[in-house]
């Protein structure tokens, strides 16, 4: 297998706003899936005063040449003026699933 597989973070203020999100990146084959998790606790500064505030989170599989298709997706949608998305490495894994993953995502699409 040559093609990198990534986990991209990306959180957001509503678990439905994401989960919408995240079927569309599946739709356009950007993900081969998101694993989402309702609700974190995310402690920040921004703008200048420290928050603590309840948000989503998504782990998406994807393939590294897809993570700046993925960021300008968030850039262009996402409600956040500063998204968080981060592109975490998968160094290992299960064989079959790492297939699986290139085979639901395109380059192309």
Do not use: K
């Amino acid at each position: 297998m040559t093609e990198q597989i990534c986990e991209v973070v990306i959180t957001a203020g509503s678990a439905e706003w994401l989960a919408g999100f995240t079927r569309g990146l599946v739709e356009r084959r950007l993900a081969a899936c998101g694993q989402i998790t309702a609700e974190v606790r995310s402690i920040y500064r921004w703008q200048g005063a420290v928050q603590d505030e309840a948000e989503a989170r998504v782990a998406l599989h994807t393939r590294v040449s897809l993570v700046d298709r993925i960021v300008a997706a968030a850039a262009a949608e996402h409600p956040y003026q500063v998204p968080c998305v981060l592109a975490l490495p998968v160094t290992g894994g299960n064989p079959d699933y790492l297939r699986w993953v290139l085979e639901q995502t395109s380059v192309t699409g």
